[in-house]
């Protein structure tokens, strides 16, 4: 059973770092895309970057680059969200989602993913 689990959210001051944690279990980060997802109360939900299963190519979001870097570690079969530099308006549940790969050796926040977390949240705040 393919199941995705969230860890490393908190409270942090404006400035500092969080490092989320994705844990996959059930499949292979290999032939899945795997993006991090973001929503704060009262808003829509945004992709905020994803890592391609084939190549490890990297997608962001523009409120996040520069501050975020994903990476993977596919010995632990996790992927993770390096957050520098958050700012209030980061504030929000942070989910990871998984799709096939495909053949494409990019990834994309504006497609269907399938498989979702239940979330960390991530509080911003001084």
């Known amino acids: 059973q393919l199941q995705l689990v969230e860890s490393g959210g908190g409270l942090v001051q404006p400035g500092g770092s969080l490092r989320l944690s994705c844990a996959a279990s059930?499949?292979?980060?290999?032939?899945?895309?795997i993006g991090w997802f973001r929503q704060a109360p009262g808003k829509e939900r945004e992709g905020v970057s994803c890592i391609s299963g084939r190549a490890g190519s990297t997608n962001y979001a523009d409120s996040v680059k520069g501050r975020f870097t994903i990476s993977r570690d596919n010995a632990k079969n996790t992927v993770y969200l390096q957050m520098n530099s958050l700012k209030p308006e980061d504030t929000a549940v942070y989910y990871c989602a998984a799709r096939p790969s495909g053949l494409f050796s990019k990834c994309e926040l504006e497609v269907k993913y399938y498989y979702w977390g239940q979330g960390t949240q991530v509080t911003v705040s001084s």
């Open positions: 059930g499949f292979t980060l290999d032939y899945y895309n």
